[in-house]
């Protein structure tokens, strides 16, 4: 669901917004699939009508949501909770909607609902975990994530490495951050946050080789930003090699001429 144009605003390690933005889009698939939950086992026929038209007000919200129409998608959730309040896909939408209007306290309390209406669902201890990861509750954020890796039936695991990896940076444990990405690298090499977290990690430690394999592999995407660009340079700095500095150099300033990252390329402040 990611696009080139979602990436040019992520800022792994440095945004929080980026945890929000991620777990709502990646979040956005229970509302469609059930993944990691009991609904996926009823089908559409073993439905009530009180469901079906539940869930058609879900789909509703969780399309306006994905398209960024908040308000309109808070509307439709109600709508669905109004119809059927034990539909558990609902609150997890409900959260996710909370969470980036910036309220918290609902968002949680929607997560919670989610989980105890099915305590299997592992796309909302996702979600939940990112809301408490953003609020500096690492342990219980990677509480979350655990449970959510222990359902057998939960098919986006990568996505949740990538987010308990970029946690666990953030809270400190560069080393089981290292490992947690490593994982999610090999289970989703293309994800673009996990390749520019990995480096960057690789980076911080003084592993440039490594550091340049990871970033050079995304830089060679069509998903490079300023802010991937910006560490290729910096690797290649450390590792000595000027012609890869410069074609790094031109693409910076060719695609992101406005970007701070380009300030400070032509300031020469790469260790900054």
Not at 45 to 68: I, P
Request: glycine share 8%.
């Amino acid at each position: 669901m990611m696009t080139a144009t979602s990436l040019s605003n992520w800022l792994p390690l440095r945004a929080w917004a980026v945890l929000a933005l991620l777990g709502a889009l990646a979040g956005c698939a229970t509302t469609q699939s059930g993944a990691g939950g009991m609904n996926q086992l009823q089908t559409a026929s073993d439905e009530t009508e009180v469901r079906k038209r539940a869930r058609t007000r879900l789909m509703l919200a969780s399309s306006y949501f994905e398209n960024g129409q908040t308000t309109i998608a808070l509307d439709e959730m109600k709508k669905a909770l109004q119809i059927d309040p034990s539909l558990g896909d609902t609150y997890n939408l409900g959260g996710l909607i909370y969470m980036t209007m910036g309220d918290k306290a609902l968002a949680q309390s929607h997560f919670e609902r989610a989980i105890s209406l099915n305590p299997r669902d592992a796309d909302a201890m996702h979600n939940f975990g990112v809301l408490q990861c953003q609020q500096g509750r690492y342990a219980a954020a990677k509480q979350l994530f655990e449970r959510a890796m222990a359902v057998p039936t939960y098919m986006n695991r990568a996505k949740t490495l990538k987010m308990q990896g970029i946690c666990e940076a953030r809270s400190g444990d560069a080393a089981a951050a290292e490992a947690t990405l490593m994982h999610s690298y090999e289970l989703d090499a293309g994800d673009p946050v996990t390749g520019y977290n990995l480096s960057s990690l690789l980076y911080r430690r003084g592993d440039y080789t490594k550091a340049q394999f990871y970033i050079r592999r995304l830089n060679n995407s069509e998903l490079a930003n300023a802010q991937s660009l910006w560490l290729g340079i910096r690797v290649e700095h450390r590792l000595g090699n000027r012609q890869a500095m410069d074609q790094l150099g031109a693409q910076l300033r060719r695609r992101f001429a406005q970007s701070p990252e380009l300030t400070a390329y032509e300031q020469g402040t790469f260790d900054e």
